[in-house]
């Protein structure tokens, strides 16, 4: 058995409540299928679902816990390496089959995922992602009541650029 190769057999492992912790599971072995099948249209939605099986290990686990310390080492890797190869296609050394549709909208599945995403990270890493969004598109940034350090980001409002 090698972890995160096959999706979680919960029923078999008693873990009754793991569908109600994990709303979208991921195994490599889906991320593999869906790319020998094509089902990708970038290399960011690969990403997407490779995360995925990080966030929901360390979602379902307790912190401190083996699976947990192994989710967060494969993520840090996983993002130090593919931010290896996204810099490289920014730089125009390699060209993805995502660069043709920067200039779409996204899809309402995505914008359902991204929103899903968001209160799976970590603060730090959503304050990376406000970061991001207030250089790149601040109008998708709204301020709640004033004096409080409260913002709701406005998914309709992300310019897919």
């Given at each position: ?142 301020k709640k009541a004033a ?15």
């Amino acid at each position: 058995w090698v972890p995160f190769r096959e999706p979680v057999n919960w029923r078999e492992l008693g873990l009754d409540d793991y569908p109600q912790i994990v709303k979208k599971p991921m195994a490599l072995a889906d991320v593999k299928s869906k790319l020998t099948s094509g089902q990708y249209r970038s290399a960011s939605e690969a990403y997407d679902d490779v995360t995925l099986i990080w966030y929901n290990c360390m979602a379902y686990n307790m912190d401190g816990s083996d699976f947990y310390k192994l989710a967060s080492k494969f993520k840090a890797r996983f993002e130090d390496m593919y931010a290896k190869v996204a810099s490289r296609e920014t730089d125009g050394l390699a060209v993805g089959a995502g660069d043709q549709e920067l200039d779409r909208a996204p899809t309402p599945e995505e914008q359902i995922h991204f929103a899903h995403n968001i209160y799976m990270i970590k603060s730090e890493e959503l304050g990376e992602v406000v970061t991001r969004l207030d250089h790149s598109c601040p109008s998708a940034l709204e301020k709640k009541a004033a004096g409080l350090d409260e913002l709701e980001i406005n998914i309709d409002a992300i310019d897919p650029r």
